[in-house]
């Protein structure tokens, strides 16, 4: 499985997302390519937002080595599955869509099959709760995609 989670900045959700279910697919002896990326381009080359870092670490995930790049056109062939955190970036993912994509493109919770919320929070201007959600939601999206893959197996 190749998932690439996608939010505007990644900085914060997108980062969260992947490093969660990477850890879990980790632990769970699976060889899964889990990365992020964003639709904008203001982060590119920078490190996921220190709230970011810092809540990922209070839970035990790393972020510190995460390096913010852009959505690319390789990446709708290149992933199984590119997963939006909101219903924002998942329009812009389809406006991006290119005639070959190969990949499924998703809210990354109903790719989950997480009935509710439908989305991930952006959590950059609020309080550290909203990063403590994030993570919530990524554990979530993580336990259900491990048990999507289980019942299949």
């Not at 697919?25 to 920078?46: P, Q």
């Not at 709230?51 to 990446?75: C, E, F, K, N, P």
């Amino acid at each position: 499985m190749k998932i690439l989670f996608v939010c505007l900045g990644n900085i914060c959700r997108s980062p969260v997302l992947a490093a969660v279910v990477a850890e879990h697919a980790r632990r769970a002896n699976l060889d899964w390519t889990i990365e992020s990326a964003g639709t904008g381009d203001w982060h590119v080359g920078e490190g996921a937002d220190p709230r970011t870092v810092a809540s990922a670490q209070r839970r035990g995930y790393a972020l510190a080595a995460h390096r913010a790049r852009q959505l690319h056109r390789d990446d709708f062939r290149r992933y199984d599955a590119l997963l939006a955190a909101d219903a924002a970036n998942l329009r812009e993912i389809e406006r991006r869509r290119p005639a070959d994509a190969t990949a499924q493109v998703a809210l990354a919770l109903e790719f989950a099959g997480v009935a509710s919320p439908r989305e991930v929070p952006d959590p950059y201007y609020g309080s550290a709760a909203g990063f403590e959600q994030v993570i919530d939601l990524a554990e979530h999206v993580a336990r259900a995609l491990l048990a999507k893959h289980a019942a299949r197996a």
